[in-house]
């Protein structure tokens, strides 16, 4: 055994005209109805010739990468453990990376590869244990690593359609910070009065409503 984490089990047909791990998108996964503890490990040739040839798949929850694809010294497999019995309830042959098996982190949570009839996915059930899992089976059998900017966190709603101002959210200037710029007024005869600085076009305005 190489790696362990807990996760369901997801699967999906392949995109119609495409290559088996494109053009899939998150509608398109199925739960296969079944979870618990994913075990990523390989057998050597006397483990696999001591538990006999399971390649049919369907058969016991088995599907094999094909006779073709396995290793010389030894064979990689997932295998899916009942969380209480411990019992293997599915069972995937890993064929070797020559033979274009490819296993992509497309979120720390979620890992797809390919099988002979489908697309297979473990949604795991902690990010982090997820990320390690996937790190060590890309280690051994290689594949696409993690996309960083597949996991940006949603932005907050910036809609503020109906939300109200409260005093809480306007804080008074600082008194350093306060500067007399220029002033308009009256003077004591009821004419307007301007200070120095004043933009030229408010000095015609003010003129045109004296006149």
């Known amino acids: 055994v190489l790696a362990f984490a807990e996760a369901k089990l997801y699967h999906a047909n392949f995109a119609s005209g495409s290559s088996p791990s494109s053009n899939l998108n998150q509608n398109d996964w199925k739960y296969f109805n079944q979870r618990g503890k994913i075990v990523f ?56 990376a020559e033979g274009g098996f490819e296993y992509r982190m497309d979120k720390p949570f979620f890992h797809a590869f390919s099988g002979r009839s489908r697309m297979w996915g473990f949604v795991f059930d902690n990010d982090e244990e997820g990320s390690v899992f996937g790190k060590v089976v890309q280690s051994h059998i290689g ?26 959210m306007i804080s008074l200037p600082e008194i350093s910070s306060f500067v007399h710029v220029s002033h308009i007024g009256f003077d ?12 030229p076009a408010w000095i015609e305005v003010l003129g045109e409503l004296e006149g």
């Open 143 to 168: 594949g696409k690593p993690e996309t960083q900017n597949r996991t940006r966190r949603p932005l907050p709603n910036t809609n503020t359609r109906g939300s109200r101002v409260s005093r809480s």
């Open 41 to 96: 490990g390989r057998d050597s040739d006397e483990d696999e010739a001591e538990t006999g040839n399971e390649n049919d798949e369907g058969r016991n929850g088995i599907e094999d990468g094909g006779e073709e694809g396995k290793s010389k010294n030894h064979r990689f497999w997932f295998r899916l453990l009942d969380k209480e019995s411990d019992r293997v309830i599915w069972l995937f042959e890993i064929p070797d």
């Open 188 to 199: 004591k005869y009821g004419f307007f009065e301007w200070s120095e600085g004043i933009d």
